[in-house]
């Protein structure tokens, strides 16, 4: 038997060898399309902070206490406007401007609630050095939850006021008092929504616990409250009014309060129906501006480091 008969060469031999240099196709598509860039992420981050608020996009359980709350702070404007209209009463028995205070525990539970939910799950799951990467910058991330909360916030102690407005005109109430009372609520509801996301944003993202940031912007927005308003009450007791004003000063709540009745004509809510003075007035539009300037600072010194 020859050798080529022991040792047959292969019919098909491979015409030449991969280089080792190849990079592989392993699955991954090549993509053509547009870059959206930061403002189409910077939106989309504020559309889903804000449909996060009210539970859109998630589960059942997700919408139950947001829509409990929103139907709390509507539904008082219905009993309202009803006795309004049966009566022939020739104004609201709340002024526009004076709704959201009466209401501030569900709002605070709203705040309480929804702030958390913009801010903490990404640091808990740590998915905020994700949105750090191209192209969307802490800058853009803090803005866009700033303003989706504010957002939120606006929406929900609005519509009460929006449907008071309708209530008056049904009611037959004078129509330029009633828009420029209305006119009025607007603007409050919107300093109202800008100071407390700003407080309940920048307490929400110290911590990425969830439950802590609740409890912790609950209590904010309660003690001091009721501090004040205790303080308050035992200033005028003692015959001290002019120590109301300045008292007004220590907490969210109080400080809205002083704020619309000196800025926006509105009733005073302080012990003894204390009015303000101007210098009280404007350490009062000042103290508001400090605080969202500042909690804004704060939250972008927050988000300084990408990593958390």
Do not use: C
Not at 57 to 72: C, D, E, N, Q, W
Not at 243 to 252: A, E, Q, R
């Amino acid at each position: 038997m020859s050798p080529e008969t022991r040792n047959p060469t292969p019919a098909s031999a491979p015409a030449s060898a991969p280089a080792a240099d190849v990079i592989h196709n392993i699955g991954y598509r090549h993509y053509d399309g547009p870059r959206l860039g930061r403002a189409y992420a910077r939106r989309s981050l504020f559309v889903h902070s804000l449909r996060g608020a009210y539970g859109l996009g998630r589960t059942a359980k997700s919408k139950v206490l947001p829509m409990i709350l929103a139907a709390s702070m509507a539904f008082p404007t219905l009993i309202m406007v009803a006795v309004t209209v049966v009566t022939g009463a020739g104004e609201l028995p709340v002024a526009y401007t004076e709704y959201a205070l009466f209401l501030q525990p569900v709002v605070g539970i709203f705040v309480a609630a929804a702030a958390p939910q913009a801010v903490s799950l990404d640091l808990r799951f740590k998915t905020t050095p994700l949105y750090f990467s191209r192209p969307i910058e802490r800058r853009d991330y803090v803005s866009a939850k700033y303003a989706a909360l504010t957002a939120a916030l606006f929406v929900f102690t609005a519509t009460p006021v929006l449907l008071l407005y309708v209530g008056a005109l049904l009611a037959k109430l004078d129509f330029t008092d009633q828009t420029l009372g209305f006119a009025k609520g607007l603007l409050f509801s919107a300093l109202f929504a800008a100071l407390h996301a700003g407080i309940g944003l920048f307490l929400a993202a110290l911590t990425p616990r969830r439950g802590f940031g609740i409890a912790t912007v609950i209590a904010v927005l309660t003690i001091p409250y009721m501090l004040v308003s205790a303080l308050q009450g035992t200033a005028y007791g003692q015959n001290a009014p002019e120590l109301i004003g300045w008292l007004g000063l220590g907490s969210p709540g109080t400080l809205m309060a002083g704020f619309q009745q000196a800025v926006l004509g509105g009733p005073s809510a302080f012990p003894g129906a204390v009015d303000l003075t101007a210098a009280e007035g404007t350490g009062y539009v000042l103290l508001i501006a400090v605080l969202i300037a500042g909690t804004y600072a704060l939250l972008l010194r927050r988000y300084r480091k990408a990593g958390l």
